[in-house]
């Protein structure tokens, strides 16, 4: 069992325990063991808090407060990881992620465009806007962010995958093949454009 580590001599080992067990429903607990947990989450806080200057450490501190249940003190920490470092995309995929699952897709669109104006050569957000861009029913504007990924990550298969789908969904065939064809060269066997190159050809062949 993880939770005994909870007592390990070892702090570091105390506090990858905390982080493993984070999501935990301390509520629930009698006062000792609560008081056991709550005593370890302090500790991995402060030892995140010790780099608070560093934006992976506010990262960190985000996603472990999502596994608390508090939204609130994630974004604080997703915020402040953008202003120490505007350009680290992670804190604005982590915020554009806390926005869509709070159902605020204006929030993650907005922190999406932000990201790309700081990190505009960064793959991961523009296929987050396209993937937010194809959510709310906008192809075009979808279909120009999942192309651009697929370009500015040409070693990353699933971006060129996605745009193959994203292509043929939008009634584009031909050009899906010609992406596909290009993709399999680098990625003769990655399972997804295997299935997608299978779909394609019958396809075609109806």
Do not use: C
């Amino acid at each position: 069992m993880t939770e005994p580590l909870l007592d390990d001599p070892v702090r570091a080992v105390r506090i990858k325990t905390a982080r493993t067990l984070a999501a935990a429903p301390v509520a629930g607990m009698d006062a000792a063991r609560r008081a056991r947990f709550e005593a370890a989450f302090a500790d991995y806080v402060a030892a995140q808090q010790a780099n608070a200057n560093r934006p992976e450490a506010r990262i960190n501190l985000g996603l472990f407060w999502i596994d608390r249940g508090e939204p609130e003190k994630a974004e604080a920490e997703y915020r402040a990881a953008t202003k120490l470092q505007p350009d680290f995309a992670p804190a604005w995929l982590n915020l554009a992620d806390l926005y869509r699952a709070q159902g605020r897709e204006a929030g993650a669109e907005n922190a999406l465009m932000q990201g790309l104006q700081q990190a505009p050569a960064n793959a991961d957000l523009s296929h987050a806007l396209g993937l937010l861009k194809a959510r709310l029913g906008l192809r075009e504007e979808a279909l120009r962010l999942l192309r651009l990924a697929a370009e500015q990550q040409p070693d990353n298969p699933r971006y060129a995958y996605v745009y193959v789908v994203a292509l043929n969904d939008t009634g584009r065939p031909a050009q899906a093949r010609a992406v596909l064809k290009s993709a399999l060269v680098r990625f003769p066997h990655h399972a997804e454009l295997q299935q997608i190159a299978a779909l394609l050809r019958t396809d075609k062949a109806d």
